[in-house]
């Protein structure tokens, strides 16, 4: 990948030397603690929290900057519980096929990107056939023809929006020596078409063959993707992110940044399978007082459900000749996590489909029971999460609350998987499909995330989706079962306490409290109160992290 590739420079986010002393006023202040009301004032010295309470009878304000809410709201510090920080930077330089309405509007930014960019591989994605006119009867995925006829004899890998199928061009598989004879690695799939040929799309584990072309290669792109997205997590009011999959080789460039100042959020990393042997061997990680911390590995169990890849117990209603792809197996499993817990380490296995879903949660139980908590650093508070948990047989319900498992869950997917999930599942499956009020029944910590760049990262969006179940429109499917809406009080600690309890910082991170750690989050609208149709339509405008103010409206 050449520099040339790096069309928009991004300047880092540079964070002063130390914490302000803030007095932030002038708004509803939400703390997030039960039953606690509203504050008129908060007050923050050295980075922590100093003050929460009225106005009258507050200490001295001598000395402090103060930032006035000019009737915003104020709340505890907002964490995407599951996002990818470097795709979300690499969103901001490469193509973006969000929102794209059909084969011909995808296919016309191609071309348009490749106008302007005439050298260098071509990396875009985002596009997702399920509502194309093109894709009547949801088969419809991109083809390397279509590629070719957009940016003739170019290199382009387009990624499909959930991260699990990418498109590739002809120029691009001759490149890499992909032919009708290439053998897709086990969890994957080629798919082919009536002549034996590649059709260009790889799925889950195939794409591995791929990332030859891939432009993670760079180190200096790769720092320029993470400054995009740390200024984007920041002016969206993140002042946390769990990044997920994060390349072991990442892990010390995102140190070296915190430690430069260049991490004006947080992160807690759960790197991939690469770097499970090493940090086994090291143990938790944490630089720069706690700004940037590696303490999980994440894992795939399955692939995603808009590319059938998701593990099910039955076969597809809509594609009766599948269930979907393991990516692994129980005996490479189990082992691998019988060594995290005597290591210390966090696991985040991701699962999709109801048999990938029961399939991680006999193999956690399996490993705790082969390792007594007399044998683990944590002892019983293990932490361990399954990412997504998105399609669940009712009777698992029982797994999360009896060993426990934290249930990380991504709110958008549901108000976007509606347009074809019932297809894919049939209605019953539906009763376990996002179900994130049965499992906070159930006692469940429930940790909101959005996934991004899987989908667009906005936690106004997330919010919107877990408290009303509908669609950005307002749809909501008759089928879609609305009870599984939680209430506005569970969607903020979905986003500040549980996300907090899931890194293990529970006692520094999620409510407004004194002691704790300064991060805040304002909008200009009372997420609490506003009808729920105006969620989606409102703005961060302050966002604060250990003190310092890391991003304001103007």
Do not use: C
């Not at 348009?112 to 005439?118: R, T, V, Y």
């Not at 993140?238 to 995102?254: A, F």
């Not at 529970?506 to 805040?520: P, Q």
């Amino acid at each position: 990948m050449t520099r040339a590739f790096l069309a928009v420079a991004f300047a880092a986010l540079a964070l002063p030397a130390s914490a302000q002393d803030l007095l932030i006023r002038g708004g509803t202040i939400h703390t997030g603690v039960d039953g606690a009301a509203p504050a008129e004032m908060v007050i923050a010295r050295g980075g922590r929290i100093a003050y929460v309470g009225p106005s009258a009878g507050a200490p001295s304000t001598e000395g402090l900057e103060v930032v006035e809410l000019n009737g915003a709201t104020l709340f505890p510090g907002f964490t995407d519980g599951h996002a990818h920080l470097d795709g979300i930077g690499w969103r901001e330089l490469t193509l973006n096929l969000e929102g794209s309405a059909s084969v011909v509007d995808a296919m016309s930014r191609l071309t348009a990107w490749a106008e302007a960019n005439l050298e260098g591989v071509i990396i875009g994605r985002g596009w997702i056939e399920t509502r194309w006119p093109e894709s009547a009867s949801g088969a419809r995925f991109l083809t390397a023809a279509d590629l070719d006829a957009a940016a003739p004899g170019r290199i382009v890998l387009l990624q499909r929006a959930d991260g699990h199928a990418t498109v590739a061009s002809t120029a691009a598989m001759q490149q890499l020596g992909i032919t009708a004879e290439t053998q897709a690695p086990f969890g994957g799939e080629i798919l082919k078409g009536p002549d034996g040929q590649p059709t260009g799309m790889f799925i889950d584990a195939a794409e591995q063959l791929l990332a030859p072309l891939m432009p993670q290669a760079d180190p200096e792109a790769t720092r320029s993707a993470y400054r995009a997205g740390f200024q984007v997590e920041a002016r969206y009011g993140w002042t946390g992110i769990h990044s997920m999959s994060v390349p072991w080789r990442d892990v010390p460039l995102l140190e070296a940044m915190a430690e430069a100042g260049e991490a004006p959020v947080r992160v807690y990393n759960s790197v991939t399978p690469d770097g499970a042997t090493e940090l086994f061997q090291t143990g938790p990680r944490s630089v720069a007082d706690g700004r940037v911390i590696t303490r999980a590995v994440k894992f795939y169990a399955d692939g995603a459900l808009g590319s059938r890849g998701a593990a099910l117990h039955a076969p597809y209603s809509d594609a009766p000749e599948t269930s979907g792809l393991m990516q692994v197996t129980r005996e490479q499993q189990v082992p691998l996590y019988e060594q995290a817990l005597r290591a210390g380490i966090q696991l985040a296995t991701h699962a999709i489909g109801d048999r990938g879903n029961t399939e991680v949660a006999a193999w956690y139980a399996e490993a705790l029971g082969n390792v007594p908590p007399s044998e683990r650093p944590n002892g019983e508070d293990v932490r361990w999460r399954i990412e997504h948990a998105q399609i669940l047989r009712p009777s698992d319900y029982r797994w999360f609350h009896e060993l426990p498992i934290i249930a990380s869950m991504q709110p958008s997917h549901a108000i976007g998987d509606f347009h074809f999930a019932p297809a894919r599942l049939g209605d019953a499956r539906l009763d376990g499909a996002y179900a994130w009020h049965s499992l906070v029944d159930r006692g469940v910590i429930v940790v909101g995330g959005s996934d991004a760049p899987v989908e667009r990262g906005d936690p106004l969006i997330e919010f919107y989706a877990a408290v009303a179940r509908r669609d950005l429109e307002g749809f909501q499917g008759p089928d879609w079962r609305p009870q599984e809406a939680v209430d506005r009080a569970t969607a903020l600690k979905m986003f500040t306490l549980w996300p907090a309890y899931a890194s293990f910082r529970e006692n520094e991170l999620g409510t407004i409290e004194v002691g704790k750690r300064a991060d805040f989050t304002a909008f200009n609208i009372d997420l609490m109160t506003v009808p729920e149709a105006d969620i989606p339509r409102g703005r961060a405008v302050l966002t604060v992290v250990d003190g310092e103010v890391v991003y304001r409206a103007d």
